[in-house]
């Protein structure tokens, strides 16, 4: 404004009539400026529409220019500086049009920039958080308590039941290598599912001999449903750590599985004793896991009931079906 | 001849131990072997063992937790499969302990300390440190176990309102009544969560959530009083104590 100012008044006119040009020539052109930048901020243009941009540099040159045309005669300052006005006119145009233009430029280049940085901490959030669940999820499969024991059983039986033993070490086999190849993608069928279960169960009824029963149902026509690959496991495995745990006596596990309308419906029971059960039953890191799984798959929330009442445990799990 | 108890809750993990002990039964004799704690507890008392091998993870009250409810702990051999806080305590003060699974050599390494050390160690104080250590595991923290006669009560810790000094013991008093403890005071005052105990006087822990007002009392000392009604006295340096937890 100070050069405007300087550059007018050096043409030989008062510094009034220079300041009043300056201010009317640098005010719109200002807000011009600022403008185009606040739209550039929330909007950026596509590679074809840059013509645009180019055409809302020029508009807006054009309006402040005019600005200028309309408003200085009103200062009645003579002849000299109506024809003075006339003569810079495209100058000035030129000018507000590079101003203006150097300005989209650099806004343009400084939001992209902003916006890349951005995307790039989201992406890094995203990578971290899979590598987390990933890393959970590899420590969950070994389980260290299931597999020591499992093997010292097997130690157990080679002495006295060397078939059992070896039985067992293929169902300990079949079942690890069920939990390694599983891709988190692919839905499986029920009854994939359910075999991969019973391996579990089986196992676990050698280890615990009498004193766990299972009971599984399961309707015939939602063998075939499909539902996202070791869902169940940790659901049966908390079932049976409070069931076994948390009472002394026979425990009895049961898995229901139905078809209710369009959402394969899968009930899982254990007892339990609600006098001494922790006071994080029901809430713990294998039902939330679960929760948070079906909400990343299917984006509900609502998916997951539990309920106790008297000396049963229920959760009930609804998974739609395409 | 020494008198062995085995404490496990899978029967084929029993089994391995009775087999193992075969070579030893000129010396060693298994009295019974226990499904679960609280048959260990009746066990210990009506056999007296010198000798318990016990698993940790049991139904409702694991290893330790039954350890403490017996008046004079035998020599413990501990069998886990996996515990990172019990390895730590196993290391410092049990005979030995066992990783499941185990193999005949090591059993045989474990029984033949136990009996190069009877007679010799003071067993009792060597398992009674054990408990002190092992009180940082996780489970120690969410519950408390005590007898009540012959029964065996299991307290969440978040059913506790307050605890008071009682003699030798700790009286841990819930909506349910009051149960006896063979504890110190300031064994609770560690291990019970800060944020939501404090120690207000030489003889009271209470609950902080369960506090409804403090009112002045003699000089120096307040008064507060809990939901249940109970009024308990508060120390001078208690009273620091509790206006530092509840930020006044």
Redesign the interface.
């Known amino acids: 404004m100070a050069a405007h100012l300087y550059l007018i008044h050096n043409f030989g006119f008062d510094w009034y009539v220079a300041a009043m040009d300056s201010a009317l020539s640098i005010v719109p052109l200002a807000a011009a400026c600022w403008l185009i930048d606040n739209n550039l901020r929330y909007y950026q243009p596509g590679k074809g529409s840059y013509i645009n941009l180019l055409i809302w540099c020029l508009v807006l040159a054009a309006a402040c220019t005019a600005a200028v045309w309309w408003g200085l005669p009103y200062l009645n300052a003579g002849d000299t500086f109506g024809a003075f006005l006339r003569q810079s006119l495209i100058l000035r145009f030129v000018t507000n049009f590079l101003a203006i233009g150097w300005m989209a430029m650099i806004s343009l280049i400084w939001y992209v920039q902003q916006d890349q940085k951005e995307n790039e901490k989201r992406k890094a959030e995203a990578e971290k958080l899979a590598r987390d669940a990933e890393l959970y999820n590899l420590r969950q499969q070994l389980q260290p308590h299931f597999l020591f024991n499992s093997l010292n059983s097997i130690n157990a039986l080679i002495g006295f039941k060397p078939d059992e033993a070896r039985k067992m070490i293929h169902q300990l086999s079949d079942f690890l290598r069920g939990t390694l190849k599983k891709d988190d993608q692919q839905q499986v069928t029920l009854s994939e599912e359910l075999q991969h279960l019973n391996l579990y169960l089986d196992i676990e009824k050698v280890r615990f001999g009498h004193r766990l029963q299972t009971e599984i149902s399961c309707d015939d026509h939602c063998n075939k449903s499909m539902l996202p690959p070791l869902l169940l496991q940790p659901i049966v495995e908390n079932a049976i750590k409070f069931g076994l745990y948390d009472t002394t006596g026979d425990v009895t596990i049961s898995i229901r599985a139905e078809m209710d309308d369009n959402y394969l419906s899968i009930m899982v029971q254990n007892p339990y004793d609600p006098q001494t059960a922790r006071p994080r039953h029901g809430t713990g890191f294998g039902i939330r896991g679960m929760e948070r799984r079906l909400y990343l798959l299917f984006a509900r929330n609502d998916l997951v009931e539990t309920f106790q009442n008297d000396d049963i445990f229920t959760i009930m799990i609804r998974i739609p079906q395409a | 001849m020494k008198r062995v108890l085995i404490i496990d809750?899978?029967?084929?993990?029993r089994?391995?131990v009775l087999?193992y002990l075969q070579p030893f039964n000129s010396q060693l004799q298994v009295m019974q072997e226990c499904?679960?704690g609280?048959e260990g507890i009746k066990a210990i008392m009506q056999h007296q063992p010198d000798l318990v091998f016990l698993d940790v993870?049991?139904?409702?009250i694991n290893g330790f937790e039954m350890l403490e409810l017996v008046e004079q702990p035998p020599q413990v051999i501990f069998t886990t499969?996996?515990d990172e806080y019990a390895i730590k305590a196993f290391e410092a003060h049990a005979v030995d302990y066992l990783?499941?699974?185990f193999s005949r050599e090591r059993f045989n390494k474990a029984v033949e300390k136990f009996l190069s050390q009877s007679g010799t160690a003071p067993a009792v104080k060597a398992t009674e440190a054990l408990l002190d250590s092992t009180s940082q595991s996780p489970a120690q923290h969410?519950?408390i176990v005590v007898k009540t006669g012959t029964k065996v009560k299991?307290i969440?810790v978040?059913d506790v309102e307050y605890l008071a000094a009682d003699d030798d013991y700790v009286s841990i008093h819930t909506a349910e009544g009051s149960f006896l403890k063979n504890k110190t005071m300031s064994f609770f005052e560690q291990t019970l969560d800060a944020r939501q105990f404090a120690r207000v006087h030489r003889s009271y822990i209470i609950r902080i959530s369960e506090i409804t007002r403090i009112n002045p009392y003699e000089k120096d000392t307040h008064l507060a009083i809990l939901k249940s009604g109970a009024r308990i006295p508060v120390s001078k340096t208690g009273y620091v104590k509790l206006k530092q937890v509840l930020g006044i």
Do not use: C
Request: hydrophobic share 40%; charged share 30%; glycine share 4%.
């Open positions: 809750d899978e029967p084929l993990a089994m391995v087999e499904g679960d609280f993870q049991m139904p409702k499969a996996f990783l499941k699974p969410e519950r299991i969440p978040h």
